[in-house]
């Protein structure tokens, strides 16, 4: 084998191994986040499960992705949207309200119905004579059609305070009480550092820190 012939050989494995070092690299990142992810939703799952002991399993399993996911779209902290889906229903899926709210974020069909073309079809409920909830009282459902709502709200008042109580109170709402709510809600989830809220809180400082910086 000539000269040439050899470097080309030599070549070509360092070529082959790096791109397969590549591949594997990618591979390795692509595997830690899928148990990265899995990790969150089954640490999301597990608080759900500790507010409403008696939820299902079934109607939740796709919930966290899809709250995580959505809360991204938002731009807002999804233990932020969590603690709104606790405040609304106390994370029962099946919650109907006072004056037809269905589902765990307590949508309104007539609201959900103004966001069909961007989210998609959904069945109506029927609340008279043979009940069904339609799909408003899936968890996945329910929080694409409060989501939507919520970021056509933002919008027009990008303060979250202001649109927490529009999307609560309509855009005359007074309800400041709600937002202190899902306040109230939002700050415990803050202390579960497994659902790695977005926010998080400065680290207190050393006291002999402090004491320095007085001086």
Not at 63 to 69: A, D, K, T, W
Not at 85 to 108: I, M, P
Request: net charge positive.
């Amino acid at each position: 084998m000539s000269r040439l012939s050899r470097a080309l050989a030599i070549l070509t494995v360092v070529v082959a191994i790096g791109l397969s070092g590549s591949f594997l690299t990618r591979q390795v990142i692509a595997v830690a986040g899928e148990a990265d992810a899995e990790r969150l939703s089954r640490a999301i799952l597990a608080y759900i499960a500790e507010k409403n002991p008696r939820a299902p399993i079934k109607p939740f399993e796709t919930f966290p992705e899809v709250l995580v996911s959505e809360a991204a779209r938002t731009n807002v902290d999804h233990c932020l949207i969590l603690a709104q889906a606790e405040v609304e229903s106390e994370f029962r899926h099946d919650a109907v309200g006072r004056a037809g709210e269905v589902g765990l974020f307590q949508v309104l069909p007539s609201t959900a119905a103004l966001f069909e073309s961007s989210v998609g079809k959904f069945k109506r409920p029927v609340l008279q004579g043979q009940r069904d909830l339609g799909d408003l009282a899936d968890p996945t459902v329910s929080t694409r059609f409060a989501m939507a709502y919520l970021r056509d709200i933002l919008v027009r008042k990008p303060n979250i305070k202001d649109a927490l109580v529009e999307y609560n109170g309509g855009p005359a709402g007074r309800q400041l009480h709600y937002y202190r709510m899902v306040m109230g809600a939002y700050v415990e989830t803050l202390e579960r550092p497994e659902l790695r809220c977005r926010y998080q809180p400065a680290p207190k400082r050393p006291a002999v820190l402090a004491l320095l910086n007085r001086a």
